[in-house]
T-cell receptor
């Protein structure tokens, strides 16, 4: 069963607009972590933001914020004031069993969203 | 501080050939990982290691072997390459913690098997 679902294969957004990239997840474990990575055309994977399932507040990192809705099992990435350099693939990823010995486990990735920022 | 480096960056193999991909990190991370990325897919975990001398299988381990003889290095081997192993391979590393820490990725190795 797919654990991470990103329903937007591609998005076109005007520069300076805010962007929301959708991510829903599936897990029965109460302790898990959600991650967003950016992959520009050069290919490297760049860590953006992390949200733990027990975190009381939504995570923020500069222009990135994570809209975490636990009951709906969604962890959408919000990019404020988009820039041309934000054009890239964006991947949502999850690791569960965070506090039950799963600290070393690998990440499960979604298929990604290709974001294109237009001038 | 180079972070996570991967060697080589590109490689073309013929079916049946063998090769080893090297991952090195200088952040003193305990955990290291190998993923593959195929077109239209997210990354999938091949093998991982929680420390020197230990390895474990991930989601797609068949056809690959790994070794972690030194803490800073994690090797991925293909004994008999197949066209289905054409992919981009990423190495990642992370600090050891009960909760699990953020994984930092290398630049990737693009492998083509003819």
């Amino acid at each position: 069963a797919q654990k991470i679902t990103q329903t937007q294969p591609g998005m076109f957004v005007q520069e300076k607009e805010a962007v929301t990239l959708d991510c829903t997840y599936d897990t029965s474990d109460p302790s898990y972590g959600l991650f967003w990575y950016k992959q520009p055309s050069s290919g490297e994977m760049i860590f953006l933001i992390y949200q733990g399932s027990y975190d009381q507040q939504n995570a923020t990192e500069g222009r990135y914020s994570l809209n975490f809705q636990k009951a709906r099992k969604s962890a959408n990435l919000v990019i404020s004031a988009s820039q041309l350099g934000d054009s890239a693939m964006y991947f949502c990823a999850m690791r569960d069993n965070m506090y039950s010995g799963g600290g070393a486990d690998g990440l499960t990735f979604g298929k990604g969203t290709h974001l294109i920022i237009q001038p | 501080n180079a972070g996570v480096t991967q060697t080589p960056k590109f490689r073309v193999l013929k079916t049946g050939q063998s090769m080893t991909l090297l991952c090195a990190q200088d952040m003193n991370h305990e955990y290291m990982y190998w993923y593959r990325q195929d077109p239209g897919m997210g990354l999938r975990l091949i093998h991982y290691s929680v420390g020197e001398g230990t390895t474990a299988k991930g989601e797609v381990p068949d056809g690959y072997n790994v070794s972690r003889l030194k803490k800073q290095n994690f090797l991925l081997g293909l004994e008999s390459a197949a066209p289905s192993q054409t992919s981009v391979y990423f190495c990642a590393s992370a600090y050891a913690s009960v909760r699990g820490d953020t994984q930092y990725f290398g630049p990737g190795t693009r492998l083509t098997v003819l």
